[in-house]
């Protein structure tokens, strides 16, 4: 076996010298006129039914926004966040407007308000105490600092509808827009949709000439008085307006819908980006570094930046022009394979969490009830050598878009060969460790696209190592690790832990903090565990000391050396800017929702049923030195970066639960090759 652990560590180091790393910047030249044109709702196939923004695509540069608030994907929050420094939180239920048409009789009628309302006082109210520490109407505020006038034309189907969202982009955190027109329409009156866009070109060229930033609302396209393709009618021909009274030379536009289709549970939006400096295209932001998506936090800097002002308050970069040709064929195929794999994703894991509970508890029974057969001992080996390769063929078939009959051919012809061959599983572990280092070193492109990776869907995370992945990621370096050391080379364990743990912090690669820390609490431990024969204050003081080293390294190499976006550069901004104050914000966070995981998911199963399965089988394998004592030492770093990991993420659940659960089914896997439940036929 010993050239097995010489090819997997040539392999590991040679591919590091391949890695290479891009850099994007933008263009700042100021805009004369910045419009924001609102289609809520559209879809890419309505794209199809809309030949002027066919037109205005082909001429610009189009990709996906992943429109999510704090709580959901439709209404107040999807509008309220692109105006503001983080997801908002905004019940739909409980924000109106002041009713305008019912105090002064204008139903169906164009009317100039005061723009300052209670809405925004209410949602600014709900966020004081959010765990995500918005600053609501940041584009508005610094476009007024900066002496630039902000319009909005915002309509309503009817007065006794939700109004007023279109104003939530432009607001500053007073309520305030230099001019507002908000036009309610009669559902009775067909005519009243025509005269809204009357009234917005009536007016547009008074408007642009005093005011820079202008946010127009369209109609509903879920009216239910008027068939979509009628209402994509009007609105095309609307747009075919807009665009011969646009200087593209001077001006720019972004056509953005702020909320997904309402059947949808999640999804992703079409934004494109026309005008100047811009070039047939997609669009590509730091704050997902994958091409053709953004989120909504992206647009307020980019917007600020088109004016010439400075976003360095703001966490995102904004957004960057790709040009490409066919941009958007490109974005419907990613469009297509991203809800394909975030379909399977859910399948996936449910099949996994489920399967997995099951054969726990099938051991458990077993194991109370001291149930010895060969046959049973036989087919839990196989299971558990099916349950360690599901990761490795997963990946793989992210390259064959995760097609259902490659990976269940792939799995059963991996499961023959490596049965055949007598390899032992440790060696799929390194194989699955190895796979996923050399990925996240040649910028994910495979967990990008794996059901185990990340889900754009979801906006957690969009590039990196995910928690899912995370997990089976530090299962799996414990048994690379078994696998390249012989007796006790504690120096040869400290080399692989830091190396993962740089790989995994690294903005360039892993991107994940929280994951970064659990393998970092490995680390230390493994060092506490290598001086604790020694004087106890003197272990303390180097462990610490040799924490603060690694934390101060990374901290250095992120803020001064990298110029990466990254959930980690995000993170020290927010202590540079708010203070510590700011990390117990974020911890808080953490907390709440993984305790909220633990209420209503089915990882909090799989989390209870391996604790007990794990003190079980650790028992027996001690009692019986099954188990070498340098083996037993990673398996205990391993708890301790599951414990860690579930305390520093936002799902650091996921990490923990499936980090315990491969823990789980290997040590089952070595209790029947040592004979533990071999018994009679």
């Not at 590039?463 to 370096?477: D, H, T, V």
Request: net charge neutral.
């Amino acid at each position: 076996m010993k050239r097995y652990r010489y090819i997997l560590f040539i392999i590991l180091v040679f591919t590091i010298l391949l890695n290479n790393t891009i850099c994007l910047g933008y263009n700042d030249s100021r805009v004369s006129n910045f419009y924001i044109v609102v289609i809520n709702r559209l879809t890419l196939e309505d794209i199809d039914e809309l030949e002027s923004l066919k037109k205005i695509i082909s001429e610009g540069s189009i990709g996906l926004m992943n429109p999510k608030g704090a709580s959901s994907y439709t209404n107040y929050e999807g509008f309220g966040t692109l105006n503001s420094t983080n997801k908002i939180l905004a019940k739909v239920e409980n924000y109106y407007p002041i009713d305008i048409s019912k105090e002064q009789g204008l139903l169906g009628q164009d009317t100039i308000v005061d723009s300052n309302n209670s809405m925004i006082e209410q949602i600014i109210d709900t966020n004081k105490n959010s765990l995500y520490n918005p600053d609501i109407g940041i584009i508005g505020k610094i476009l007024h600092l900066n002496n630039i006038k902000t319009a909005v034309f915002d309509y309503s189907d009817t007065a006794d509808t939700f109004v007023g969202k279109t104003k939530l982009i432009a607001m500053d955190k007073e309520g305030e827009v230099d001019y507002t027109s908000i036009y309610y329409s009669n559902y009775n009156n067909e005519d009243d949709i025509s005269n809204y866009y009357n009234n917005i070109f009536n007016n547009l060229s008074r408007v642009k000439d005093s005011s820079d930033f202008i946010v127009i609302d369209t109609e509903n396209l879920n009216n239910t008085l008027s068939s979509r393709i009628d209402t994509l009618n009007r609105i095309d021909n609307f747009l075919n307006v807009m665009i011969n009274n646009i200087d593209k030379s001077k001006d720019k536009m972004i056509i953005i819908s702020p909320n997904i289709q309402e059947e949808l549970s999640k999804g992703l939006t079409p934004i494109v980006i026309w005008g100047k400096d811009i070039k047939r295209g997609i669009l590509y932001s730091d704050s997902t570094k994958r091409e053709g998506i953004l989120t909504n936090l992206d647009v307020a800097p980019y917007i600020i930046e088109s004016f010439g002002i400075s976003s360095e308050y703001l966490d995102s970069s904004g957004v960057v022009n790709i040009e490409r040709e066919s941009n958007f064929d490109y974005i419907k195929n990613i469009n297509n394979i991203i809800n394909r794999t975030s379909n399977i994703r859910e399948e996936t894991f449910k099949i996994v969490t489920i399967l997995g509970f099951i054969f726990l508890f099938l051991y458990l029974i077993l194991n109370i009830f001291r149930i010895k057969n060969l046959y049973i001992s036989i087919l839990l080996e196989h299971t558990t050598y099916i349950f360690i390769l599901v990761p490795f063929v997963l990946l793989i078939s992210s390259i064959f878009d995760n097609n259902i009959y490659f990976t269940m051919i792939f799995l059963a012809v991996l499961l023959v060969l490596f049965k055949v061959r007598g390899i032992n599983p440790k060696y799929i572990c390194g194989l699955t460790f190895i796979t996923i280092v050399i990925d996240l070193l040649n910028g994910s492109k495979l967990i990008a696209s794996s059901v185990l990776g990340y889900d754009p869907l979801i906006g957690a995370r969009y590039y990196g190592l995910g928690n899912e992945m995370a997990g089976i990621l530090i299962f799996n370096m414990i048994y690379f690790t078994k696998i390249m050391i012989k007796n006790n080379e504690g120096l040869k364990i400290l080399f692989i832990y830091f190396f993962t743990f740089i790989i995994v912090i690294s903005p360039s690669w892993g991107s994940n903090l929280g994951a970064g820390l659990s393998i970092l609490s490995m680390l230390l431990y493994i060092i506490y565990q290598g001086l604790k024969e020694k004087n106890h204050h003197r272990i303390i003081m180097k462990i610490i000391s040799f924490g603060i080293i690694i934390i101060s390294m990374v901290i250095v190499y992120i803020m001064f050396f990298s110029i990466e976006e990254s959930h980690i550069s995000e993170f020290l901004n927010k202590i540079s800017s708010h203070g510590v104050v700011s990390v117990l914000d974020i911890f808080k966070r953490k907390i709440l929702v993984n305790i909220r995981l633990l209420g209503d998911s089915m990882w909090n199963k799989i989390l209870f049923i391996t604790i007990p399965t794990i003190c079980i089988l650790l028992n027996q394998l001690t009692k019986n030195n099954i188990v070498e004592k340098q083996e037993l030492l990673l398996i205990n770093s391993l708890i301790v970066g599951s414990i860690v990991g579930f305390l520093v993420n936002d799902s650091g659940l996921l990490l923990s639960a499936l980090a315990n659960l491969y823990l789980s089914i290997f040590l089952i896997y070595v209790t029947i090759i040592k004979g533990k439940y071999k018994g009679s036929e």
